[in-house]
């Protein structure tokens, strides 16, 4: 058995090789119990997340779009095991995680994450350094490698350790304080980074410097990302492929160049429809979808999108789409696209 | 809503039964033989044996709570060991008393507390907000029976204006809401107040300062509200939390208070309680326990509800 | 204290003497937040004028004083610690100098705003037909009856389904696009002759926003009201503005018509702006960045305040503030750099 010290210089190794997912999401589903009654017993349940599946590739950044209530911070947290999925499972570079497989420390060795509020994900009371180091010396890292790997990390993402090292949070400016929690991120040299919202509380300016770095971090320590924002914009600049969640299910999965150019499932395409068009010339007139998304106490059965959807017929209200094929690795969870389901959009036979 | 109440109402009966069972072992567990109160220490055995089987205390303690129990369902507190009357009568002339008490003291702390916090938080940071801090702060702070003895030294001694003892010009006859029988609630009255007013006048300070600070108070500005008018909406905002203080103390309040009653022998609930303690009265000591108790109890259970009927975010299911 | 602008730089709407007295008037705005440990100069100089039927947007980043701009146009900036100076009408009434209850009888009947978050902006125990209708018995000393009865066309007026059923509701039962109408409702309900929206899409989903937009845009056409956004996403004024102005450091460093100043901003720090912001079609490329940060608006500098940041920065950027100039016509920009047209 190696020194922590030679553990923690480096990623953990390479298992499957190129060709085995990093991380396999199967059946992922989390249901919140709703009380009330007389008694206070369950009367139904907040269906955050329901059956979600998805491989994620070495090397890749896939983004997980979607609106408020569609799953995609609960997907994350499910996955970085902050919370205990209601069934499902995920499987990191072929081993699942839990009892029998990688111990939850050895997997968050290897999976770290970045929220959107980087004032309150980092300790007050900590400096800089202080922060960065933490986790290294909880892995068991002694304190002056620990120390040297926060200034040196905080080089790499652009704060002058001289400068920055023992200021504290409060200190800093919101994108300053967001690259201190990639740093921090990265201090355990993870193979894995789930983004959620990292760009989103910040200015535009700001936004662009930490994309470019997050950009260049990838390359060089040989990252994979799984990037969840809200904003198309972002994500189709960042990501390789793209999954687009609605009330808690996968609407849409593609490469992201097919997807934003040929959305194959209606909400997608009203998704991308609903961005400002950047050009005073050519507003918009009519809004693609009217009314919020509903909310995911009751959600609408067999298609959760069918209520807002202008392709919605009959049989979409009794059978809960499949992920059809759409094109080359790209899959839209829509009736239209499966063949043989009975929209009169399908095809009338599965081939 | 009114599922809500049921709901509300059934969490409570287990809480009460807890509350009887508690007070019933609480005097089980105090050292001191009971019997030991009412027979003369020299008395023969037989004779002691024979009031313990009288008063039931030779039984099992399960089987004694059960009757005692279900004789309190009934109404039947058991009867003094001291005097030999039934506790229910006394309790009712102290528990009305007690009210009389608290009731004006908390109209009077509620009073001030409300004014004196609302000010303070609305002008966050002047003079006034300073001496209402102040004032808060000497209320919760000062002992009771101290500012009751000072008070009793300066207008019933160095000033005679008030009485300083009883509950009417009788000593503790029947109560008569006149001039001769309220001049014997001003001073307990106003000592009584001092906590509720401060604890009143911090906790609304700190409420109407959030409530300034909210976006929406912007928003009524923007509307082009007056300061009344956006009184009307920090009043309603505020009503919640401040109800529910109010609520805990005037349960305070109403359990009576031992050292201000007794330092200006007020014939309440608090004064039955000290004199039962140092008789060793087990009956009354049980029944005023519990009594104050469920009034306890039963407030929580009112602010509660009071609480969920004026903040429609509470959810009511 | 900062060097402002001329005060004699005046915007070309309103070059005319004669022409009649703008929607809004504002000339040499300055706005400073006075505390014990600092005075900072939030907004050095602002001048522009809009014209009833008229959108503007701002556009900036945080702490470039473009909500600040917008709500000393109603003086909603905290009373105790801000001083305003300068010149500033609305509806011919002043703004600066006016005592309080003439800027409460202005605020929700001429002007009126919206708040970016309408979950903290509505009062969370008072239903929404309550909040409109106060606004209309405030002003206009209806009936009860008649408040109601018009708050729930105002209800119909933002697109709210089932509107007789929502005046009864409170704001955290309704979803966050119901809830920005009902806050678009209330500050429509005394026909304002100006609607100021602060950031009124960025709580919103991407599905809602474009909702959102698309009314306001519509409603400020209907009723013919001068609108003034504030935001700091480019695709939104793009979608409602006339003219946008982009600030910075307290100033409008650039103003144009918004097709042409979208397809070709002068400033360097409106073109690196935009640079920045991500859209389609910059996938694989590396994204331009303004370096630097924004200067400490506690201690502004003397000369334009972009210059530490500007690649085109020379020694004349220095000791002055660069007025405003018309290289275009129409377009006006506090830029030393940017060639006049032929």
């Known amino acids: ?351 | 809503m009114l599922l809500y109440i049921l709901r509300r109402v059934l969490y409570a009966v287990p809480i009460a039964l807890a509350v009887s069972l508690l007070c019933f072992l609480l005097v089980h567990i105090a050292p001191g033989d009971p019997v030991n109160a009412i027979v003369p220490a020299d008395a023969p055995q037989a004779v002691v044996e024979q009031i313990r089987a009288e008063y039931g205390l030779d039984k099992p303690l399960p089987v004694q709570f059960g009757l005692w129990l279900l004789k309190v369902v009934q109404g039947d507190l058991g009867r003094s060991l001291a005097t030999g009357r039934a506790v229910t009568e006394d309790l009712a002339i102290a528990v009305r008393n007690t009210l009389r008490l608290s009731l004006v003291a908390a109209l009077i702390g509620f009073t001030f507390g409300t004014l004196l916090g609302a000010v303070a938080g609305l002008f966050r940071g002047t003079w006034v907000d300073r001496l209402a801090v102040g004032l808060a702060a000497a209320g919760v702070s000062v002992p009771h029976y101290w500012l009751g003895m000072v008070l009793v030294i300066l207008f019933s001694v160095l000033i005679p204006a008030l009485p300083a003892m009883g509950a009417g010009p009788g000593g503790s006859g029947d109560w008569v809401w006149d001039i001769a029988h309220m001049r014997h609630l001003v001073l307990p009255a106003i000592t009584l107040s001092v906590i509720p007013m401060g604890i009143v006048t911090r906790t609304l300070r700190g409420i109407v300062a959030e409530i300034m600070n909210q976006d929406f108070v912007n928003t009524l500005r923007g509307k082009g509200l007056r300061r009344g008018g956006i009184l009307l909406h920090v009043a309603k905002n505020a009503a919640p939390g401040t109800l529910a203080v109010m609520g805990l103390q005037l349960g305070y309040l109403m359990g009576g208070s031992i050292l201000v009653e007794t330092v200006f022998s007020w014939p309440g609930t608090g004064f039955l309680l000290n004199s039962a303690i140092f008789q060793r009265d087990i009956p009354v000591l049980q029944g005023t326990i519990l009594v104050l108790a469920l009034f306890f109890v039963t407030l929580n259970l009112l602010v509660d509800l009071l609480q969920t009927a004026l903040d429609p975010r509470i959810k009511r299911a | 204290m900062p060097p402002d602008a001329p005060a004699t730089l005046v915007a070309p709407a309103a070059a005319t003497a004669s022409a009649p007295e703008p929607l809004v008037h504002v000339r040499g705005l300055n706005v400073r937040f006075v505390s014990r440990e600092a005075t900072v100069h939030a907004v050095n100089g602002v001048d522009f004028d809009l014209a009833q039927n008229e959108a503007l947007c701002i556009l900036g980043e945080s702490g470039s004083g473009k909500s600040v701009t917008l709500r000393a146009l109603m003086r909603l900036n905290p009373p105790k610690k801000t001083v305003m100076s300068g010149t500033l009408r609305v509806g011919g009434q002043d703004v600066v100098a006016a005592p309080e209850s003439a800027m409460a009888d202005l605020r929700g009947r001429v002007v009126s705003m919206i708040f970016q978050e309408p979950m903290t902006a509505l009062d969370p125990v008072f239903t929404i037909g309550r909040q409109i209708a106060e606004t209309i018995l405030r002003h206009e000393g209806t009936s009860r009856a008649e408040a109601d009865r018009r708050a729930l066309e105002l209800l119909e007026l933002v697109q709210i389904p089932s509107a007789r059923r929502r005046l009864a509701a409170y704001p955290h039962e309704l979803s966050g696009g119901l809830r920005q109408r009902a806050m678009i409702a209330i500050a429509l309900s005394c026909r304002p002759k100006l609607l100021l929206a602060d950031e009124p899409t960025t709580a919103l989903d991407a599905t809602v926003q474009i909702q959102i937009l698309l009314l306001l845009r519509r409603l400020q056409q209907e009723l013919g009201m001068g609108v003034i956004f504030v935001t700091h996403d480019l695709g939104v004024a793009g979608e409602v503005a006339d003219r946008i102005a982009v600030m910075y450091a307290g100033r409008f460093i650039e103003e144009g018509p918004v097709g042409a100043l979208m397809r070709g901003p002068l400033h360097p720090y409106a073109r690196g702006l935009m640079g920045a912001t991500v859209h389609a079609g910059l996938r694989g490329q590396r994204l331009t960045t303004i370096p630097g940060a924004p200067p400490d608006l506690r201690d502004p500098p003397r000369g334009c305040a972009f210059a530490p940041r500007c690649p085109l920065v020379g020694e004349d950027c220095l000791p002055a503030v660069p007025a405003l100039r018309s290289p275009l016509p129409g377009r006006q920009v506090r830029c030393l750099r940017v060639e006049d047209a032929a």
């Open chain 1, 1 to 351: 058995m190696a020194s922590p010290q030679a553990l923690l210089s480096r990623p953990m190794p390479d298992l499957g090789g190129p060709a085995q997912p990093l991380l396999s999401v199967r059946g992922l589903t989390k249901h919140f119990p709703l009380k009330g009654g007389l008694l206070n017993r369950a009367r139904g349940s907040v269906q955050a997340v329901d059956d979600v599946s998805f491989d994620l590739r070495k090397g890749e950044t896939l983004g997980i779009v979607g609106e408020s209530g569609c799953g995609k911070s609960t997907t994350s947290r499910l996955i970085m095991a902050l919370m205990q999925p209601t069934a499902g499972e995920v499987i990191f570079d072929g081993q699942s995680v839990g009892p029998g497989g990688l111990t939850l420390k050895e997997y968050r060795r290897q999976v770290q994450m970045v929220f959107q509020d980087s004032y309150a994900s980092l300790n007050p009371r900590l400096t800089i350094e202080e922060s960065i180091a933490f986790a290294p010396q909880v892995h068991g890292l002694p304190r002056r490698p620990a120390v040297e790997r926060a200034q040196e990390l905080m080089a790499a993402v652009g704060l002058e350790p001289a400068q920055f090292a023992r200021r504290y949070p409060h200190e800093l400016s919101g994108g300053q304080r967001q690259r201190i929690n990639i740093a921090r991120a990265l201090a355990l040299r993870p193979r894995l980074i789930i983004l959620d919202e990292p760009v989103s509380a910040l200015d535009k300016s700001v936004e662009a410097q930490v994309l470019n770095l997050l950009m260049d971090l990838k390359e060089q320590y040989g990252l994979t990302y799984l990037f969840i924002s809200h904003d198309l914009n972002v994500v189709h600049y960042v990501s390789d492929r793209v999954l687009v969640m609605y009330l808690g299910r996968v609407a849409e999965f593609g490469p992201v160049d097919a997807l934003y150019e040929k959305p194959a499932h209606p909400y997608t395409a009203a998704l991308l429809a609903s961005r400002p068009s950047m050009d005073p010339e050519r507003r918009r007139s009519e809004p693609p979808l009217s009314g919020d998304p509903p909310n995911p106490v009751n959600p609408p059965s067999g298609c959760r999108f069918r209520t807002r959807c202008a392709l919605a017929e009959a049989v979409c209200a009794g059978t809960v789409p499949p992920l059809a094929e759409a094109g080359p690795g790209h899959r839209a969870a829509c009736l239209v696209h499966a063949p043989g389901s009975g929209h009169s959009k399908a095809t009338a036979h599965a081939a």
